[in-house]
């Protein structure tokens, strides 16, 4: 029995994100939050639209339920607008999304406030809407981690 004070080394702990092994994280995207990708695509976002992305996180799995539109142009979150959203969604931002990002938005998600959190890269210019997800990961600088996008699974699962 491991002493008070001393944490317990499980399996589980070395595929948590504070441990660096976010490449084992992957993204599913639920089909309302998917309608409401296909939603931006119609209505032809700015290439610098943004917005959060709401949802919980299950084991190394983390489940997107909303995309909600923030903005275009302006930087995304900074810390009194995710205190806020938290006071809203506790616990719920799992991250953020940006339409074709440039430069400005890549060099703001990479800080402390987004460590941890999934980073989605859409281009609605094509017929149907590519996403590119990520995670902001932390090796003596932050930077984009590629994370896996699980499929939608129709029936049972195994």
Not at 110 to 115: D, S
Request: aromatic share 8%; proline share 9%; glycine share 10%.
């Amino acid at each position: 029995m491991p002493r008070r004070g001393r944490q317990n080394k499980s399996r589980a702990s070395f595929l948590d994100s504070r441990n660096g092994y976010n490449w084992r994280v992957d993204v599913f995207i639920t089909p309302e939050a998917r309608r409401e990708v296909e939603a931006l695509r119609a209505l032809r976002p700015a290439p610098s639209a943004w917005g959060v992305l709401i949802g919980h996180k299950r084991g190394p799995r983390v489940i997107v339920e909303k995309v909600f539109p923030a903005g275009e142009g302006a930087p995304p979150l900074d810390e009194t607008g995710a205190a806020e959203l938290e006071r809203i969604w506790p616990g719920g931002v799992v991250g953020v999304f940006a339409v074709r990002p440039g430069a400005a938005f890549r060099k703001a998600v990479l800080a402390p406030l987004f460590y941890g959190k999934i980073v989605l890269v859409l281009d609605a210019t094509r017929r149907s809407a590519s996403i590119s997800p990520a995670v902001v990961e932390f090796d003596r600088k932050f930077y984009l981690a590629p994370a896996g996008l699980a499929p939608a699974v129709k029936g049972r699962r195994p």
